[in-house]
């Protein structure tokens, strides 16, 4: 991805190790998703937990994204702060703390807040938000058709909780939240028939029927009566949806440029990425913590916080001490959020850094 | 560690997941290194990788430590503007931007600055940065003997490289820097020994040996002729140093502040601390991201990004959806570096934050 006059420059410029995007490939992996989309006939909804910045926010609106997802209520403000005006925020919040947040963001923000929830003592919460903002609020239902994440598990458990949401004060059940196993669209529709139906006996309507993934892009559309998408890797894709199959190489827009600080031994080196730049996700179990597409049988085995540790025994050209090499993150979402600025490129050339402004906004 | 009522207020004021430091503990925690250090006739240069944060390297340096150790330049930085006045960075420092501002830091700090060097091409870069500090650079030879972490791996490799850094303007050799795998002090001193004794054929001494880590405190000063030790962790200690025997519950002086977000299943739960908080971080092969004590039958078996998935098959009190638990890390340096601050608690009561100010200085 990065010429080697220019992994010099950005190493110059910023030191390493560098989170580096390539935005030409952001532009397509944006206008990709949005065609998907819209080919499903799905309002498109990124989730920005992937990248956490506003104007990469603005570039998917721009491109004809319908609003943004967001995770944690912090992640919220940031973009409702940069003048997003459709925030989904997929999540049970809890305790005083976040809805007091709520209540504000609905009181100050005039964007459309929609919230989740998978649970009653979630909805119990949140019409004390909705009093304080001074609007009402709309709520989804998490439910859960089998990966066992949050939401719940059954139809009728999703029924009831709507139910339960249309009776508070201040809030308005909106419709569901789904993330369908991949390769479970069935499974997926059977859920939702059943949920659907079970609402109607009620009076009640889904609005929004939200489905979710980067791995469920091959399959999008697959889902009837899903209304939106909430896709948020494919903007950068990593190791992980190249070996779910849903991405390639070239579709990865960012690298972690590293240099290669230590050749303790002959069949060793140590890059100056470790735990605390790359992190420890496996990415579901894959062999080593990234990709380095320039020295492929390189293989980072091993790390300390600030020390990346390469076994180098498979590999025909063993890079020196000094050598600047690129990582392909295995999970491209937890690495953005170690740092507090990306370094952009295009064309080849640097054009500057974009703040991670939500990292760490885990609260 | 918290009480309940505590839980309640913190979780009210900073929202959850909050980390939080009992500084009570802490201040046992640090008096407990200087005194194993003093009884082995060692300096106490502990490791500021774990805290990131000048208050308390000021409560280490005014309990006896000599000057601290850092890993990046970034860190150093830090410290240096907090008035730490003896720093060693025990790391390879390769590179324009690095080297640029390791000769900034060493015109503009009073601080007595020592770097580590384990390659001919660290050394080579340094004299740069003696130049535009203007003053001598102590490089200390960074020695491997077994943990295959950085470091040269044999005495002779010692000895040429110190020859060599003494051979350099503005350079000055100063000693050896070993982190000697648990256990094995024995092969640290055969080592030492074989050094020392090729360093005197070349008029060179090691005025400084330093050694390191938490795990190796048990055999503190089993190293003849070492002057310091370094160690991070042991501050807060975690579920790591818990399983290496070095630590206790009662001596786990953080905690991560979560709160039970869902209850899809019967026997699961969801924490809102997930991968982007805890860390997928193993601590050496742990079953699980973290210790519950409150609820010993309970695992943190898997993670999102903001979510940690419980299995609470084995939990006799399986907790609510609402209820704030406390985890115990399994590697509490990676996971400071995920938070902006730290919130202190003393004697029960909460005391402020503190600034994770070093955070992500991965540079």
Redesign the interface.
């Known amino acids: 991805m990065l010429s080697l006059s220019l992994r010099e420059e950005i190493?110059?410029?910023?030191?390493?190790?560098?989170v580096v995007i390539d935005l030409d490939r952001v532009a397509r992996n944006i206008a990709r998703l949005q065609a998907a989309c819209d080919a499903a006939g799905l309002a498109n909804r990124p989730h920005i937990?992937t990248h956490k910045n506003p104007v990469l926010a603005r570039m998917q609106i721009e491109a004809g994204a319908s609003g943004v997802t967001c995770?944690?209520i912090g992640e919220a403000e940031v973009m409702a702060r940069a003048g997003i005006d459709d925030i989904l925020v997929s999540?049970?919040l809890?305790?005083?703390?976040?809805v007091g947040?709520l209540g504000r963001l609905l009181r100050e923000s005039p964007a459309r807040i929609t919230v989740a929830a998978?649970?009653p003592?979630?909805v119990a919460g949140l019409p004390e938000a909705a009093q304080a903002g001074g609007r009402t609020l709309d709520v989804v239902v998490e439910c859960?058709t089998g990966r066992?994440?949050?939401?719940?598990?059954t139809p009728g458990e999703a029924v009831a909780l709507a139910r339960d949401i249309a009776s508070r004060p201040g809030l308005a059940f909106a419709g569901l939240l789904l993330y369908p196993p991949a390769g479970d669209a069935a499974g997926a529709q059977r859920f939702l028939d059943a949920a659907k139906a079970g609402l109607a006996e009620h009076g009640l309507t889904a609005r929004i029927v939200s489905t979710g993934g980067t791995p469920n892009l091959p399959e999008l559309g697959g889902v009837r009566g899903a209304t939106e998408h909430r896709a948020g890797t494919v903007i950068f894709n990593d190791r992980m949806m190249m070996a779910a199959g849903v991405a390639t190489l070239d579709e990865c827009a960012l690298a972690v440029l590293s240099?290669v600080?230590?050749?303790?031994?002959p069949e060793?080196g140590?890059l100056?990425?470790g735990?605390?730049?790359l992190?420890?996700?496996?990415g579901g179990g894959l062999d080593g913590y990234g990709l380095m597409p320039d020295h492929p049988g390189a293989r980072i085995s091993a790390f300390?916080?600030?020390?990346g540790?390469l076994d180098l025994a498979a590999c025909a050209a063993r890079p020196?001490?000094?050598t600047l090499v690129e990582v392909v993150p295995n999970h491209v979402?937890?690495v953005v959020?170690?740092?507090?600025e990306l370094v952009a490129v295009r064309d080849g050339v640097i054009v500057g850094t974009l703040a991670v402004e939500a990292?760490?906004m885990?609260?």
Chains 1, 2 share one sequence.
């Open positions: 190493a110059r410029r910023y030191g390493t190790p560098a937990k995770q944690k999540y049970n809890i305790g005083p703390h976040a947040r998978d649970n003592v979630t859960d066992k994440r949050a939401g719940v598990e240099r600080v230590s050749r303790a031994g060793r140590i100056d990425a735990a605390k730049t992190t420890s996700d496996s300390a916080e600030e020390h540790f020196p001490v000094g979402c937890v959020n170690m740092v507090d990292r760490g885990i609260a």
